[in-house]
């Protein structure tokens, strides 16, 4: 599943899917779809690197205004949707 959102909304985002716990990797990337990041979302990621993650998605929220965030789900399905905030 995709969701397209703005700078200021990344982290919030971010932490809502890792919390979620349904996520296996989550993918974000700038509006022209190039990739930033990739996060592997795992019970170690949730744990031990957890701020370093947040830290990171924090500081690329300030370099462009718009984002994609593609989710990858456990099942291995992926769905499109849009998520206008």
């Given at each position: 599943m995709e969701f397209?959102?703005?700078g200021q909304e990344l982290l919030k985002k971010i932490e809502e899917l890792i919390k979620e716990g349904n996520a296996r990797r989550i993918i974000i990337k700038d509006d022209k779809g190039r990739?930033?990041?990739e996060i592997p979302v795992?019970?170690?990621?949730i744990g031990t690197l957890f701020a370093p993650i947040v830290?990171?998605?924090g500081a690329l929220a300030g370099v462009?205004?718009?984002f994609t965030i593609?989710?990858?789900?456990?099942d291995g399905e992926e769905q499109s949707q849009t998520d206008k905030n």
């Open positions: 397209k959102i703005k990739t930033y990041i795992t019970v170690g990621v830290a990171a998605v462009a205004a718009n593609e989710v990858i789900k456990k």
